[in-house]
């Protein structure tokens, strides 16, 4: 039975046709996966079935009734739940007022705070998940705001689910958690799309597949009767010639050293680690959510400064105090969490790229306006960035997009450390492999790199060297032909050796 | 614990803190009286921190209530001085008034998406501009009601009174801990201040709660200029300049954040009651001149902020380890 029928469905942005006539159908008791490189135009439809943006032509129906929400209220209570690609929720109010906002038990026309609690404990007590749900939002981990965000938007869902990249920032129990609750609702009845870059994910979970390319749908068919080489054509419009590389690369003998931190660690955040780096050489972290791999990067970057410690390079000791030390020690930090860490979403593409650059020469010598185009452009054709232009505000890319132009302006100030976390988190499969070569190609001009990710293929065809993190501990070291998904697996899992007091 | 309430605990500790080190000084600190007087001094400034308080949760700010507080005492006198109304009717007059100019700026800010700084401050000089134009001179109010609402106060224990207007003021702060704590629109003030984007996305009525915010902020400005009318017994078109930043002073100090989305209206209070203090302890000590006044307010209140924050940032760094 079809639930939700979308017919030659329009948005026009300015300088941009982001859905050119898209037609889209969701059954009742299906997992639809909606597919496609960034700048596809998949959060633009979504927005459209929510009432977060207003459609420019084509029409909507849910169970036979036309629909057209103007608010994402209206999209609510028509039962449509959403997780959306770019917000989790709002940091400043408490996991219980988050969960149940604008559904809040009342009393007497007021907030019943106690049955607020309890209602919420109780949802998240489905997902095994057992916070103070008085604490800001904001004090927990981005892998549990996805968590409760996914709770809210299935308690809104009365007929469908609509989730934008859910599982970016989950790890694998997590994720796992996710699909059974969304097969639990699939079972009820739901109609459940599902947005991701995991094709894996995709496989492993949906029953049919919609691909947009350009704004336009390409195909619609049983996720069954796909291969992934198709898939991947259709959403790319081309064959790739090498999705991931899945083997190591090539030894390239030893490093001449370059940086070392010496018993480096923060109370609370990482214990102490000795770390090396050579010159031209990429180090890996690997370890579960919140073992500690973005403290570490965090720690060296002078983001969390180090308690103990010291760092030194070839010609004496460095400080790391604060980021501004850091940068001027030639290091470069692409956080994980891009929406309030890296870009100014009101800023062009442009100044985005540059801004890195501009700060480190300071603001009396601006980089000339002929210089900036040419580095915007370089990084827009290099990175693949899908946009109309350079002079588009960053916040109207897609989220992919957004993604690479963080990971743009840290290549344009050519540090000589850079630390990557989740380097290709929301990044399709064709411009994942472009950034995996780009990596390659800073190595050999001698740009050393920390490489944080989830992702075990992507760490393994990058890395020279791995370390694997557990508990806030640097517990492993994984050299050369040491590295496989296997031992990093083993190393993760292994039971604290020395009994972690 | 939560991070969040820091601020408020530590405004509390500096406040009670104050209090001491005056009282040691001058031991009449503890009377009722003077507890009493606090309170009804700072019953205008109060109920209007109320709504500001609203208003700076949402990520916003109201700059005009110190006028509408000054035409809404003009007004009372001009209409019980010139037409037979009860003074009663006079108050739900105004209050509608006030209320919708509120609203009105709300729906400016929401319908053309202009900051609330610049429509308030056109708001501003518009309230002021009707004022003058009701009457240029102070205007005595002498309402044999008023005199009864002027008089009406409970002996407290030793000798101190606690007036109607000082009551007023406590009620109204229950009041607007109701709203912003106890309600969906609480909430969604709260939820704007923290991200108008986001905010809208998890289902908040924007245009709705913005022009609610700013009636709020209305209402209370009007009521605020209804006890100012009582306390001062008149209405004059240059009172209460400089209000409004006085007003967002106490929010401030109160340790609601200035960009929205985190504090507490009873953080508000206690901003209030510091501003009094400090009043008080000037008034006590008699050896400042009156032009000392605003300045050594100016630096206790940057020596307040200044211990605020660093023992704020203290204790972030004592939980974080
Ligand atoms: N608010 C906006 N203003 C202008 N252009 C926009 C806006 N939102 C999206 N676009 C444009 O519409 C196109 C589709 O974007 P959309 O966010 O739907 O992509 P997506 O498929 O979700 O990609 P990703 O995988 O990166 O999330 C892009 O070219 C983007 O630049
Ligand atoms: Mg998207």
Known sequence: MTLLTVRSLTKVFPGTKALDGV???????????????????????????????????????????????????????????TVYQEVNLLPNLTVAQNLLFGREPRRFGLIDSRALRRQAREVLTQYGLDLNVDRDLGSYSVAIQQIVAIARAVALSGKVLILDEPTASLDAREVGMVFEVVRGLRDRGL??????????????????????????????????????????????????????????????????????????????????????????????????????????????????????????????????ASPRAAIAAGFGFAPEDRKTDGIVADLTLRENVVLGLQARRGWMRPIPRAEQNRLAEDYIKRLDIRTSGREKPVGELSGGNQQKVVLARWLAMNPRFLILDEPTRGIDVGAHAEILHLIHDLVERGMSLLVISSELDELIAVSDRVIVLRDRRHVAELTGAEISGETIMRAIAAAPAEGAA | MNTRALPLYVTIAIFALAWVVCWLQFPAMASTRVIGNLLTDNAYLGIVAVGMTLVILSGGIDLSVGSVIAFSGVFIAVMLRDTGLHPLAVFALLLALTTAFGAAMGGLIHGLAMPAFIVTLAGMFLARGAAYLLSIDSVPIQHEFYKTLQGAYWLMPGKGRLTLIGVLMLAVFVLGMVV??????????????????????????????????????????????????????????????????????????????????????????????????????????????SWWTKIVIGILLLAFILLQKGLVRLSQARMAA
């Open chain 1, 23 to 81: 037609d889209f159908d969701l059954r009742a008791g299906e997992i639809h996966a909606l597919l496609g490189e960034n700048g596809a135009g998949k959060s633009t439809l979504i927005k459209c079935l929510t009432g977060a943006y207003a459609r420019d032509a084509g029409t909507v129906t849910l169970d036979g009734r036309p629909i057209a929400p103007r608010s994402t209220v209206e999209a609510q209570d028509l039962g449509i739940g």
């Open chain 1, 191 to 320: 109609g459940i799309v599902f947005v991701s870059h995991f094709l894996d994910q995709v496989f492993a979970l949906t029953d049919r597949i919609t691909v947009l390319r350009n704004g336009r749908r390409i195909v619609t068919e049983d996720t069954a009767a796909l291969d992934r080489m198709r898939l991947i054509e259709h959403m790319l419009g081309r064959a790739l010639e090498d999705e991931v590389m899945h083997s190591p690369p090539p030894a390239r003998g030893p490093r001449a050293p370059m940086l070392r931190f010496a018993g480096m660690g923060r109370r609370g955040a990482v214990e102490p680690f000795d770390l090396a780096v050579g010159q031209g050489e990429v180090v890996g972290l690997a370890g579960l959510l919140g073992s500690g791999r973005t403290e570490t990067a965090e720690t060296i970057f002078g983001l969390r400064p180090a308690q103990t410690g010291s760092a030194a390079d070839e010609n004496g000791p460095l400080r790391l």
């Open chain 2, 180 to 289: 912003a704590h106890r309600t969906r629109f609480g909430a969604s003030v709260y939820a704007l201040g923290g991200g108008e984007a986001t905010a809208r996305l998890m289902g908040v009525r924007q245009g709705r709660t913005t022009v609610l915010v700013y009636a709020f902020s209305g209402l209370m400005a009007g009521l605020s200029g209804i006890v100012f009318s009582i306390y001062t017994g008149s209405g004059y078109s240059l009172a209460t300049v400089g209000t409004e930043l006085t007003a967002i002073a106490c929010v401030v100090i109160g340790g609601t954040l200035l960009t929205g989305g985190a504090g507490y209206v009873i953080g508000t209070l206690v901003g209030v009651l510091t501003m009094g203090l400090i009043q008080t302890y000037i008034v006590f000590d008699g050896s400042l001149s």
